[in-house]
């Protein structure tokens, strides 16, 4: 299980947190997380149901992480592993994650998947969506697991869809010429691009695009025992 206890920063005032493990009684803070986190035109019905949280603390706790800020629920993130190919990367979020429900969580596999990350809005001045990102490396290493990866929205991308494509709009968010509230984040939580995929999730505002972004276990080792 994981527990780590922190200090987060509203401008220069330090405010007790705790990156934990979510349990049941929590389910109510991490659907409002969601309706709040993911409003519309994102579709209503890709927010989690208590079967889908059911799941994934039955079927991988460890990569059901949340987060409190002076003893509320305000951010959330999930995973589970999936044997990962990256000769053959291309998949849409509603398999890759049993629409998720995550029942094809494959416990011998080499790459924790991440479902989702959610910060309430009020607040994401906090830094707490990087925070579960680092925790959730930190799960990968304590599997000895290959990788972290995910697919990444994005949600600025119909803003200039009329004149840029998809791969062209990622160049440039790389470049720095343009800056995607999703992609540009995962970039500063040390997350590199895999493969732009079309039709990934239904998601209007990325055009139903995700791009599959990686971060790759700095201690995993192929081989046991391997210097």
């Known amino acids: 299980m994981y527990l780590k206890e922190l200090y987060v920063f509203n401008d220069d005032q330090p405010i007790p947190a705790i990156i934990r493990n979510y349990k049941p009684e929590d389910f109510a803070g991490l659907i409002k997380i969601q309706e709040e986190s993911f409003p519309p035109p994102f579709p209503a019905e890709l927010w989690w149901n208590t079967e889908q949280l059911s799941n994934h603390v039955k079927l991988f706790p460890e990569g059901a992480l949340c987060m409190e800020v002076n003893g509320e629920i305000v951010a959330s993130m999930t995973g589970l592993i999936v044997d990962f190919d990256p000769h053959h990367p291309e998949h ?5 994650t049993d629409n998720g429900y995550i029942k094809n969580h494959t416990p011998n596999g ?7 990350i959610g910060v309430r809005p009020a607040y994401r ?7 579960l990102m ?8 304590h ?6 990866l995910g697919g990444g929205r994005m949600p600025d991308y119909h803003k200039v869809a009329h004149e840029l494509t998809a791969h062209d709009y990622i160049n440039e968010v ?13 970039l500063r939580c ?6 732009l995929v079309a039709n990934y ?21 192929s081989i046991k025992g391997e210097e």
């Open 143 to 148: 599997l000895g697991l290959e990788r972290l």
């Open 92 to 96: 849409s979020w509603e398999e890759i």
């Open 190 to 195: 040390g997350r590199t691009p895999v493969k």
């Open 110 to 116: 080499n790459t924790l998947y991440v479902v989702d």
């Open 134 to 141: 680092q925790s959730m490396y930190e799960v990968v290493v």
């Open 201 to 221: 999730l239904e998601d209007e505002e990325s055009h139903h695009y995700g791009v599959l972004m990686e971060w790759k276990n700095p201690c995993f080792t």
């Open 125 to 131: 001045k906090y830094g707490l969506g990087k925070w």
């Open 174 to 186: 790389m470049k720095g010429n343009l800056k995607d509230p999703v992609i540009t984040f995962l």
